[in-house]
T-cell receptor, first 110, second 118 residues
Framework: GQNIDQPTEMTATEGAIVQINCTYQ??????LFWYQQHAGEAPTFLSY????GLEEKGRFSSFLSRSKGYSYLLLKELQMKDSASYLC???????????FGTGTRLLVSP | EPEVTQTPSHQVTQMGQEVILRCVPI?????FYWYRQILGQKVEFLVS????????KSEIFDDQFSVERPDGSNFTLKIRSTKLEDSAMYFC????????????????FGSGTQLSVL
């Protein structure tokens, strides 16, 4: 089975930096995804980490430590449009599916 | 960018009726998935489909549910004898085949079908 733990909600102000943490326990592991989901919309891909370390992609970066079962998503220069849920999703071996956590709802205020 | 398309965007049905949710995955993708999201809850895996057969299914995906790829482009989810608790947003997703990396691992989601069972 899989167990994924993320904070339920976070708040930040426009222009700030926020770090969303995720810890996970999985029976098999083949990388970790972060998705963004605006209310009423489909999840959209943000990042994928399979090796330990930091992956940077514009304003968004994602970090993975496989030995600790830990990942974080770092969002810089926050904008109002970044208000959304951020879903941590480890993938299992064989890549048959992603299992999503409950997500972290981020509210960015002016 | 290519898209996964789902129809209809909204479906209202009476309890006990059968519904078919339709998806057109991205044309060169070979892995297909159905997920659902009950309002205010997490996105839940239902089933994965590869090479014309189910590769994995969750506990939710019982005999009430079935999937089919009736032709080279469509991928459908059938829900028989719908119940009130089947009310949810249903997402179809697809990805390419191939070794990890280079974007093959990326799951593309459709915009969903909001199913309301009355």
């Amino acid at each position: 089975g899989q167990n994924i733990d993320q904070p339920t909600e976070m708040t930040a102000t426009e222009g700030a930096i926020v770090q969303i943490n995720c810890t996970y326990q999985t029976s098999g592991f083949n990388g970790l995804f972060w998705y963004q989901q605006h209310a009423g919309e489909a999840p959209t891909f943000l990042s994928y980490n399979v090796l330990d370390g930091l992956e940077e992609k514009g304003r968004f970066s994602s970090f993975l430590s496989r030995s600790k079962g830990y990942s974080y998503l770092l969002l810089k220069e926050l904008q109002m449009k970044d208000s959304a849920s951020y879903l941590c999703a480890p993938s299992d071996t064989g890549f048959q599916k992603l299992v999503f956590g409950t997500g972290t709802r981020l509210l960015v205020s002016p | 960018e290519p898209e996964v398309t789902q129809t209809p965007s909204h479906q209202v049905t009476q309890m006990g009726q059968e519904v078919i949710l339709r998806c057109v995955p991205i044309s060169n993708h070979l892995y297909f998935y159905w997920y659902r999201q009950i309002l205010g809850q997490k996105v839940e895996f239902l089933v994965s489909f590869y090479n014309n057969e189910i590769s994995e299914k969750s506990e939710i995906f019982d005999d009430q549910f079935s999937v089919e790829r009736p032709d080279g482009s469509n991928f459908t989810l059938k829900i028989r004898s719908t119940k009130l608790e089947d009310s949810a947003m249903y997402f179809c997703a697809s990805r390419r085949d191939g070794p990890l990396g280079g974007g093959n691992e990326k799951l593309f989601f459709g915009s969903g079908t909001q199913l309301s069972v009355l």
